[in-house]
Structures are given as C-alpha cells and as structure tokens.
C-alpha cells in the first residue's frame, strides 16, 4: 500500500519523509520529499509546484522548527519546482549542482546543439540554484551534515547526498537508485556512459541505507547497486546480440527487447536504448545511418 500524500513518515532521528500527490507511471506513488536533522532542517527535493504539498512540508516541522537550506537532487519537474516559490516564501537559499545542462558531457553537448537528439522530459528549464555545489562538498548547519556526490546520468546536474547516522552512511539518492524501477536515461540530459560511471562510484561505498526520490527504502544497498550495474550491462549485451544479425531500428530493438514492460512505458524504454547506442557509439562500437539519432539505422562495426 503507498503511503497517504501529504502525512510525515518519521524513518530515523534525523530524516523525515513527506509524499507529494503526484503519483504517475514516471513517478510511482508520488515525489518523495526529505527534512533532514531538527531545528534547522534542510529540505531535500521540494517537489512539483504544488501548493498542498508546500503546505504538507511546513506542517511536518515541529514547534520551533523551520525550514533553514533548500537542496534539489536535479531539475526535474517532480523534483525542482517548488524550490524557488518555498525559498523565496521561507528567506533561505536553494543548493543545487547547477542548471540543468550543467554537468554535460562534452558528447552530450555536442548531440544537444544539432538539435537531434531531442529529450527534454520533464525538465524544469527555469531551475537555477542560488548555490552550486561541488562533487564532494559538504553542506553542514546545526545537526546535520550532507555530503555532494555529482552523479550524472538520469540527468547531467544530479546529485545523491551523503548523510552520516549512528547506524551508518545514508545516501539520499534522488532518481538516481530506485527501488522499484531503474532509471530512466534520456539523452542528451542522461548519458548511459556518465550513469554507469556514477553507479559503480556509489557501489564503491558502504551505505546502510538508500532513500530515493521515489518509492520505499532501499535496505539492502549493496545488492541494489550491484543489480541496476548488472542490469544495464546485460541490456548492453542484449543489443549487441541484436546488433549482431544484422543493421537494427531503436523501435525494432526496443520492441524486442522490452517484452516485460508495460506499452505506456514503452517511449522511455526507446530514450533508454538510444541512450545505448550513444554509448556504444561513443566507444566506436556501433555506426548510425544518416547520423546518431532516434530514427537512425544502427550497424555493428
Ligand atoms: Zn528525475
């Protein structure tokens, strides 16, 4: 059973966990919005512009409370939007790695100025944070500290948190790791090369546990990071057989090779094996006919 919208899930000491009621086929019960420590509490992922949801957040804090830091995991339009509206309401700053191009590759940058490689799903083009984080910097104030991880890949200006508990390292990881589905990559503001990357970063360290922006917890991190590697990598390989046969279609590959997923998933799956192939093309494995795109034909080199 998903969680009411709206009602304060306390899941430790420091972190509280509020829904927004945004459920979708992209977004599963809703946007997961996080307060971190007590007293001076940061805010992780405000959500969608949604008045009732504002409301929902301030109601979560005790007496004496207040919203003190404002921090988006990426721009996302169920992720970024109430950030500036609350930050201006409330007098504080929204932290963030930058606008949504930041963090490109230079690859990506390059297919986003021809104009091919079109995504541009749910972005919140608006979003620019009053402060940009780097990798590894760490954002401390009362009794919370969190750490910047730049993981690029869902999308180019994504970051997961560190947050060090009695209990261990928590990783607040926006749409980056997920419980229930893995990430959608839609270049040129995902970038399956950049994703792989990020994952096997995180997979490097030991977390407890994972809270994303969507869905349940995550308890068994390890086994999750290892999976959506794992996951990607068979993906890989199963294009590459496909490929194998002969010159291939994204609509043929994806047909073919996303039986399991329901058909109104179906055009993310597509963004997912272009993202594929840019890789692959990226690694001089693949040519695409007229030129990379989605209505390209692929051929094995
Ligand atoms: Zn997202």
Known sequence: MPPPPGLCARLSPGIRRVLAPNPSPMTLHGTNSYLIGTGDVALIDPGPNLSAHGDALLAALD??????????????????????????????????????????????????????????????????????LADGETLAHGDWSLTAIHTPGHLSNHLCFALQEAGGDVLLSGDHVMGWASSLVSPPDGDMGAYMASTRKLAASD?????????????????????????????????????????????????????????????AAARNVLAHLLDLAAQNRVTAHPGLGPAATYTLR
């Open 207 to 267: 977390w407890s546990i994972i809270h994303s922006g969507h869905g349940a917890p995550i308890t068994d991190p390890a086994t999750r990071l290892a999976f959506l590697i794992q996951h990607r990598e068979a993906r890989e390989a199963a294009i590459l057989r496909e490929l194998a046969h002969g010159p291939t279609t994204i609509a043929a590959l994806t047909t073919t090779l996303y039986t399991d997923t329901p058909p109104a998933l179906h055009p």
């Open 63 to 132: 007496k004496g409370e207040r919203i003190s830091h404002i921090l988006v995991t990426h721009s996302h339009i169920d992720h970024s939007p109430l950030a500036a509206p609350m930050a201006q309401a409330l007098g504080v700053q929204v932290y963030a790695y930058g606008p949504t191009s930041a963090g490109r590759s230079p690859q990506m940058q390059a297919l986003a100025d021809t104009g091919l490689i079109a995504g541009g799903e749910g972005i919140d083009a608006d979003f620019t944070p009053d402060v940009w």
